[in-house]
């Protein structure tokens, strides 16, 4: 999970889903986790793996794989302990989300090492990008760049001077002096004109820090329904003086289509419920859910992390909350 909306939803989620109890039951001894992570783990910091064995004396065993994931089965010293194993596997899943994190932040340099690769490549048609950009002219002109002209002119006083040299510094894309210099208008990273056009039509991010330009699509199946109902005698714990928000997706079975892993291949119905309580932040979220939905956000097809059956409808980290009581905590 890099994009402006996605910040904005995780934050205002985590701000209500925080002083709910967490959900879940009794401590399991199985984890599922995908395969690029854990390979990733094992063999770009295999030091931290080795350190969390050590410090939470847990061991751990694949126990089966599909093409996706692997099922990790997870001991320790004293089975019968079940607290133990609850922190163990605890803080293995925190070092798996830390780890899913710098994988994504070693495939972004990935990306960008290949729209690097890309501009050395001869021909090819470039779409022009004229939104979310601002060309030099607009850069210099006003009172933003301190000076009385439009255009390029480099007389404008002390802000279109430093302004100036900033637009004769490197392309962080190709390394050389900027041509027609091009300044993204949210992050104001400036590059070649050719080199972050060209960019943007293999990834709609800045190469530089990742900020999305565009509007966040997701590939969610266009057939599903979001029904929203409100329970004011059903209350959640933390919230007991408001009503509650109830929330449920409806999936019917389809094809998967051209942007799904498997194009052709069926998938089955689902039906998710969730809650919020009924309060302004409730609905504030509530309103957030909404969108992502209607960006197609909410949910993927892919392989379910609690099964292991591939080809299903799954939750595409977008946390909610899925029972109303229950948890660690009692």
């Known amino acids: 999970m890099p994009a402006a909306l996605m910040t904005v939803l995780f934050s205002s989620v985590s701000f209500v889903l925080s002083r709910m109890a967490a959900c879940g039951g009794a401590t399991k001894n199985k984890l599922t986790v995908s395969k690029p992570v854990w390979d990733f783990l094992t063999k770009e910091a295999p030091s931290k793996l080795v350190k969390l064995k050590e410090e939470t004396k847990l061991s751990i065993l694949i126990d089966g794989e599909t093409s996706e994931i692997y099922v990790l089965q997870l001991s320790t010293p004293a089975p019968g302990a079940g607290n133990g194993l609850y922190l163990a596997r605890k803080a293995l899943k925190a070092l798996l989300k830390e780890t899913e994190k710098e994988l994504k932040k070693a495939q972004r340099q990935s990306e960008l090492v290949g729209c690097m690769a890309l501009l050395d490549k001869p021909g090819g048609e470039l779409r022009p990008h004229g939104a979310g950009m601002v060309s030099r002219g607009q850069q210099t002109t006003g009172a933003r ?23 004769e510094s490197q392309c962080p894309i190709c390394l050389g002096e900027i041509q027609n210099v091009k300044t993204l208008e949210k992050c104001r990273h400036s590059f070649c004109e050719d080199c972050i056009t ?24 266009e057939n599903g329904r ?7 005698g059903l209350l959640l714990p933390g919230y007991e003086k408001y009503g509650t928000i109830i929330i449920q997706y409806v999936f019917p079975p389809g094809v998967q289509g051209v942007e799904h892993p498997n194009p052709g291949v069926r998938y089955p119905g689902t039906t998710r419920v969730a809650y919020l309580p009924d309060c302004p932040e409730g609905n504030k979220v509530l309103a957030l859910f909404r969108k992502a939905f209607d960006q197609r956000l909410t949910f993927t097809i892919g392989t379910s992390m609690t099964t292991g059956r591939a080809n299903v409808i799954t939750w595409n980290d977008i946390h909610h909350k899925t029972n109303c009581t229950g948890g660690p905590q009692l």
Do not use: H, I, W
């Open 198 to 221: 060209r960019a943007l039509q293999v990834k709609r991010a800045c190469p530089m820090c990742g900020r999305f330009y565009g509007q966040l699509v997701g590939n969610q199946p």
């Open 145 to 167: 760049a301190g000076g009385t002209g439009g255009g390029g002119g480099r007389g404008g006083g002390r802000a279109g001077g430093s302004r100036e040299e900033e637009q």
């Open 226 to 232: 979001m029904l929203v109902s409100k329970d004011s």
